[in-house]
């Protein structure tokens, strides 16, 4: 009786119905899959373009502001050295209070920074791309705080306190600055500008080349 039941079945509608099946689940796991990954490189390509955004925003600040500024600082407290050092007094004090100035901006890299504590740079694939950012945006931003705040804790814990204390803060007295002690304060300073000056152009030299590769994988899409 069983042969003659197993006789009677279908085989061939059994198997094709079984093969149609594992198909079916098959492409229901293909679409899905390609479905997140369409879904991660756009989410991917959101947070790269984001990036190059914030990048060129601050390649901007310091190519059309901070560099200038900084370099015409560092020449001005040159140029009140040697008029300290050849007993020049024309507009002295005047050019002595605005080498005091500060002229900084810290990278604020507040997309990265999202990304990182978001988990998703991990989304970046690409490990050299991955590791040229997290450089970027986290070595080079210590550094160029750390000369920042060199040059602020500078002014404020020697240059203005001595100026406070030994001359008229408004209108110093040129016979006060005529001291080796202030031309020797003036030159720490400006070798303090000047570390940050450099910083400065090492972040373009390196936001431009990061630009670039990001730029090479947006359009891989």
């Not at 002229?103 to 694939?125: H, M, Q």
Request: glycine share 4%; net charge negative; with cysteine.
């Amino acid at each position: 009786m069983l042969i003659s039941f197993m006789k009677q079945i279908n085989w061939s509608d059994h198997i094709l119905n079984f093969v149609a099946v594992i198909i079916g689940v098959s492409l229901a796991f293909y679409v899905n899959s390609s479905s997140e990954q369409r879904q991660e490189r756009r989410e991917l390509n959101k947070i790269l373009q984001s990036l190059n955004d914030e990048i060129e925003f601050e390649l901007g600040i310091y190519e059309q502001g901070q560099i200038a500024k900084n370099k015409a600082q560092s020449v001005l407290i040159q140029e009140v050295v040697d008029m300290l050092n050849e007993g020049r007094e024309d507009s002295l004090s005047q050019k002595f209070i605005k080498c005091m100035n500060y002229n900084s901006y810290a990278p604020r890299n507040v997309t990265f920074n999202s990304i990182l504590a978001s988990g998703k740079l991990d989304l970046i694939e690409e490990f050299e791309l991955r590791k040229s950012l997290t450089i970027y945006h986290e070595i080079r931003a210590k550094e160029t705080n750390f000369w920042i705040q060199k040059q602020v804790d500078f002014a404020e814990n020697r240059l203005l306190p001595w100026v406070m204390e030994n001359t008229n803060f408004v209108a110093p007295d040129p016979e006060d600055l005529k001291r080796q002690e202030v031309i020797n304060m003036l030159i720490v300073y400006k070798s303090l500008i000047d570390g940050k000056v450099r910083q400065y152009n090492r972040l373009v030299k390196e936001g431009e080349s990061l630009k670039e590769n990001i730029q090479k994988y947006l359009d891989e899409e």
